[in-house]
């Protein structure tokens, strides 16, 4: 056993147990180490939107050549937003907010349309290529199933009777086979987490292993 | 005795001659053997590596131009080629290397260094896995890289938009004759008139975290939707939302939306503008802060609607065990299944963009609504008859929804 001498390390340890004590209740040390910790990120934040945005993408093109003038298109738009410091002049945030909404919106319309829609749909089909093997068959016809119950469950306008309502139960039994193995993945994912973090404690930080 | 002296005494006599032939002997097989070294280096099934042919260039379709691809007919014989140099020369580029392409491939996509509205002209070679290189094809005919102002292969995405637009256009001028459109209930968003009276009545604040994605996803702006409604509700019962932001621009949308709802709900003096607030960009920390803001302010009810990752059990556990009452809903298929672990109400998936038009009532988000599920009927006839026309050989429905 031989204990780290870095006082990086320690303080990482030690930080590491303020934010699992937690796990005990809220006390001191764990406001000590969120406050810390928030508070480091913000800076962080801050410096990375400094250097790698504000210097590299509007300082450096407009003051140095060749000059991008119209930049300063979107540099008033964005400035616009300051806009809620002044009870005067607050509603000027609208126009960037609704460009940016908007746009964005626009953007990605074509975008989900095409990768959420159109290539599920398209990959959903019961061709007779699927139907190879009786697992393949198996396959094709329970995905096919799925995709139809889950769809007729996440249909809002029709009361759910009858027929309808008995797919849209399936649907739901689908839904949450596929939480549950999601579940247990995720799980599985975030317990290595945990080891990792026990691994720099026991090893890096106290030198038992 | 008398041969080994005779010959003792011949080399003896004719020393120099003898080291002069010696030397001629070396220099000539020296030069022999240099001779057949550089036959043998000389690539003689050079000749008959052939070069591709029909060498054409053309503008990449459906792009924002920088694009050219090049087309070829391969060479009668491939046996002994490993692959194509393509060679690129424009007006103001010298004839240089610009790609490689393997021995099977009559396609390259040329994108390093192209500009718009310059002409290229491409040449090729083929090569052996020796490094012996054919002669080099005959040049293609100049081509030009531009952007074209429609993509072709959205078509079907641009079909889709307008068919959506005009079926939601339709069901409005319905909805505002006075028809009412029928909605079926989400018992997530039923019980956030309990949670917010429940909160009143316990005289603690609500909690309303709105993920953390920006406004450019689709989540937060489905979060704003709700949190409009919400925010009138607890106007209305006069208590108090906590909205803590991950993003500075998220931060602004939601400050106006809660404003504009205790405004409709006319207790706009009610409305504290520090109530709705940044608390920082990075994913874990915001997790560390909202967990802190839970256990100190105590929410009777913690809504999570948005966009979620990782942090989505952390805030789910530690709001579940502060005894609140908690409504979650995300996009997110991966978080679903802590949500639902953790919270009393889940809002899943596309429920959670259907929420604001079930809160508002609004005949125009209703509408887009019912537009929506014509939609999915849409596609779910779409598969069943696709997938019969299928066997009898006809996919022309299949290759409609094929992305191009």
């Given at each position: 056993m031989s204990i780290s001498t870095s006082i990086w390390i320690w303080i990482a340890a030690l930080l590491t147990l303020m934010i699992y004590s937690f796990l005990y209740k809220d006390n001191p040390f764990y406001r000590l180490a969120e406050h810390i910790f928030m508070g480091l990120s913000l800076g962080y934040t801050l410096v990375i939107l400094w250097y790698d945005y504000i210097i590299p993408r509007i300082y450096q093109p407009l003051?140095?050549?060749?000059?991008?003038?119209?930049?300063i298109f979107p540099i008033l738009l964005g400035m616009m937003t300051f806009g809620i410091f002044s009870k005067k002049y607050n509603w000027l945030i609208k126009y960037p907010l609704a460009f940016y909404v908007s746009a964005f919106a626009a953007i990605q319309i074509p975008v989900m349309l095409r990768s959420w829609i159109l290539k599920q749909v398209e990959a959903s089909f019961l061709t007779?290529?699927?139907?190879?093997s009786v697992f393949n068959s198996i396959n094709a016809i329970l995905i096919f199933v799925g995709l139809v119950t889950t769809l007729i469950y996440f249909?809002?306008?029709?009361?759910?009777?009858?027929g309808f309502g008995a797919a849209a139960t399936v649907g739901i039994v689908f839904i949450m086979v596929a939480f549950g193995a999601a579940f247990g993945y995720t799980v599985m994912a975030r317990i290595s987490l945990l080891i990792g973090r026990m691994q720099f404690l026991i090893q890096d930080w106290l030198g038992i292993m | 005795m008398c041969s080994v002296y005779w010959l003792c005494w011949f080399f003896e006599k004719n020393k120099k001659t003898l080291d002069k032939c010696l030397f001629l002997i070396i220099k000539v097989n020296a030069m022999l053997i240099g001779i057949l070294f550089l036959i043998g280096q000389i690539p003689t099934d050079s000749v008959f590596l052939n070069p591709p042919t029909n060498i054409i260039a053309m503008d990449a379709p459906n792009d924002r131009g920088e694009v050219i691809i090049i087309k070829w007919d391969l060479p009668e014989d491939i046996s002994n080629i490993e692959g194509y140099q393509i060679f690129r020369e424009a007006e103001e580029e010298t004839l240089h290397l610009a790609g490689y392409s393997p021995v099977d491939r009559t396609e390259y996509t040329d994108q390093l260094g192209i500009k718009n509205n310059v002409e290229y002209r491409y040449r090729m070679r083929s090569i052996s896995p020796e490094g012996i290189v054919s002669i080099s094809s005959e040049p293609s005919l100049p081509a030009t890289a531009y952007p074209q102002w429609f993509r072709m292969d959205y078509i079907n995405v641009l079909a889709m938009v307008l068919l959506y637009l005009g079926l939601t256009v339709y069901f409005v001028r319905i909805a505002r004759k006075g028809k009412k459109i029928f909605l079926r209930r989400i018992p997530g968003l039923d019980a956030l008139e309990e949670a917010v009276g429940r909160a009143t009545e316990m005289g603690k604040p609500i909690l309303y975290v709105p993920g953390i994605w920006p406004m450019s996803e689709i989540g937060t702006i489905a979060a704003m939707n709700i949190l409009k409604p919400v925010a009138k509700k607890v106007a209305q019962y006069e208590s108090r939302i906590i909205v803590p932001t991950i993003d500075p621009i998220v931060m602004n949308v939601a400050q106006q939306t809660v404003k504009e709802g205790f405004t409709e709900a006319g207790r706009i003096d009610s409305y504290n503008e520090d109530d709705v607030f940044y608390l920082t960009s990075a994913q874990f920390a915001y997790a560390a802060g909202v967990n802190g803001i839970m256990i100190r302010e105590k929410p009777a009810t913690n809504l999570f609607l948005g966009v979620f990752f990782a942090e989505s059990l952390l805030l789910a556990e530690t709001g579940n065990a502060t005894g609140a009452i908690q409504i979650a809903g995300t996009d997110r298929v991966a978080q679903l299944p802590f949500f639902v672990a953790a919270c009393d109400y889940c809002i899943m998936g596309e429920e959670l963009y259907a929420a604001s038009a079930y809160l508002s009532e609004d005949p125009r988000l209703v509408s887009a609504i019912k537009a929506q599920d014509w939609g999915k009927m849409g596609i779910l006839i779409c598969l069943a008859l696709g997938s019969l026309l299928s066997i009898f050989g006809a996919t022309f429905i299949i290759s409609w929804f094929t992305a191009r």
């Open positions: 003051f140095f050549s060749p000059h991008q003038w119209s930049l007779p290529d699927k139907f190879s249909y809002f306008s029709k009361k759910r009777e009858h | -």
